[in-house]
């Protein structure tokens, strides 16, 4: 009972005193993962939208896909990327592995099929009050997707902050990719991994407390917002 | 081609099937610019469907359809639908969508929200307008892309006397900018106050198609005598 005690009064230590480290690593968590959410979001939204709208016969297969890579390992995800960006790999020469940059790339690999297969569904369910109108009118797929995903922006906005929450609390993918490189590629969650390991309690516990703060905002921002502008508009 | 001129709209023995269910049958008519023309049904009829084909919502089985192009239609749904933003900027969509002039644009929304009365609300979100006013949005933007075909399913089912009429008002506005009228309705009353030209439809089939004066004098089928006197809804 002791140890938790102590460590969780050294953990409070270091949040109060602001420490480097801490510091550090979190920004660089929230930047990969702020990073791999906007990539995220720039694929997945429109393939999510397409999706829904398409009569393509290709819509089935996609669906079933994007439904199968909802529930890929992250540390599968991390074994694929890290074939593709070692040094033999075919994407070897961009020189990502070990880097944020690998790191932010698998969690947009994460992510974009979570992102992608939310979206079908918002676009889905605001297409279905709106689906004739846009026939009597003549509008195309493309035309709907832009207006279906500015229709549907509230519940985009909690899909992405969503998004953000799984990437920055991904643990499997940026160990393999990133490496856990002091100070380059060392993340809140991977840092908290290995100091438990190394019996580095307080270190591994306040950064577990931030990461808890960090997506409780996320959710309680998402949740205000969708809130707040739902009332404003209906 | 009649003494008229081509015709707005020409439905050729028409069918439209589903699966083995046969919506509409054999369905033949012409209607002109600046006609009038109300549909009227029991339940099931099809006026809905017809309506639909019209538009290019559905797309006729057997037959031939010439219509106008979807760009010079508007239709009117019995459920309005209304974007998540103002009214102002539901009018601007439609106007876009169209690719009017982006100077244009607000000019002519705000005159469609003039014309239906509702520029009070320019600014309040559509999707908080009462049930009426979202149809008279809907009419506003209809008026906004002047029409040559005017497509109404029921556009006042379920509001009160005093929103039917605004909404009746709405209509003439746009038929008056030169607009041909097709609109469907149970509202007796207002068939006769609107139509110039009954069809009446039965079971997918047109039973029925003459002056309003001459349907509502003296209907010629059993289906049209049974739904005026209200034995069937």
Same mark, same amino acid.
């Given at each position: 009972m002791s140890l938790i005690a102590d460590s969780a009064a050294a953990a409070a230590q270091l949040l109060i005193a602001g420490d480097s480290t801490l510091g550090e690593i979190t920004r660089l968590s929230i930047a990969v993962s702020a990073s791999a959410t906007f990539m995220g979001a720039v694929l997945g939204l429109p393939l999510g939208a397409w999706v829904a709208l398409t009569t393509n016969r290709l819509r089935s297969p996609f669906i079933v896909v994007l439904n199968a890579a909802l529930g890929l390992p992250p540390v599968v995800i991390g074994l694929v990327v890290y074939l593709l960006l &070692? @040094? &033999?790999?075919?994407?070897?020469?961009?020189?990502?592995?070990? $880097?944020p940059m690998g790191m932010a790339f698998a969690q947009v690999l994460l992510i974009t099929p979570i992102i992608a297969a939310l979206t079908r569904q918002a676009i889905e369910d605001a297409h279905v009050d709106l689906r004739d109108w846009f026939s009597s009118m003549g509008m195309g797929t493309s035309a709907r997707m832009q207006t279906l995903l500015y229709e549907a922006r509230f519940s985009l906005v909690v899909v992405l902050l969503a998004a953000f929450g799984r990437a920055i609390a991904e643990v499997g993918a940026v160990m393999i /990719?990133?490496?856990?490189?002091?100070?380059? $590629? @060392? /993340?809140m969650t991977t840092t908290i991994a290995l100091e438990t390991s190394k019996g580095d309690l307080p270190l591994a516990l306040a950064l577990g407390a931030l990461l808890v703060a960090i997506v409780l905002v996320v959710n309680g921002i998402a949740h205000a917002l969708k809130s707040r502008l739902q009332v404003r508009h209906e | 081609m009649s003494e008229r001129g081509h015709p707005i709209v020409s439905l050729q023995q028409a069918s439209l099937l589903v699966g083995a269910k046969s *919506? *509409? #049958?054999d369905i033949s008519f012409d209607v002109h610019a600046g006609e009038s023309v109300v549909v009227l049904g029991a339940n099931g009829a099809g006026k809905s469907t017809l309506l639909k084909l019209l538009s290019g919502i559905y797309v006729p089985t057997f037959g031939t359809l010439d219509v106008a192009p979807t760009r010079e239609q508007a239709f009117i749904f019995q459920r309005p639908p209304v974007l998540r933003r103002s009214a102002l900027d539901n009018i601007r969509f439609v106007l876009r969508n169209r690719n009017l002039a982006k100077d244009n644009v607000t000019e002519r929304a705000t005159a469609a929200l003039a014309i239906a009365g509702l520029t009070h609300v #320019?600014? =309040? =979100?559509?999707?908080? *307008?009462?049930g009426g006013e979202q149809q008279r949005l809907a009419l506003a933007r209809a008026w906004a892309m002047s029409p040559k075909l005017l497509l109404a399913d029921e556009p006042t089912a379920n509001l009160s006397p005093l929103a039917t009429r605004e909404i009746e008002r709405t209509i003439a506005a746009i038929q008056a900018a030169g607009a041909t009228l097709i609109l469907t309705t149970h509202n007796l009353a207002q068939a006769k106050r609107v139509a110039q030209r009954i069809v009446f439809l039965d079971a997918g089939r047109i039973v029925e198609d003459r002056s309003a004066t001459d349907f509502f004098a003296a209907p010629q089928s059993d289906a049209a005598r049974r739904y005026l006197e209200g034995e069937v809804t």
């Open positions: &070692s @040094r &033999s790999g075919p994407l070897g020469a961009l020189g990502w592995l070990f $880097t /990719v990133g490496g856990n490189i002091a100070g380059a $590629t @060392r /993340v | *919506l *509409l #049958a #320019a600014q =309040q =979100q559509a999707k908080t *307008l009462s």
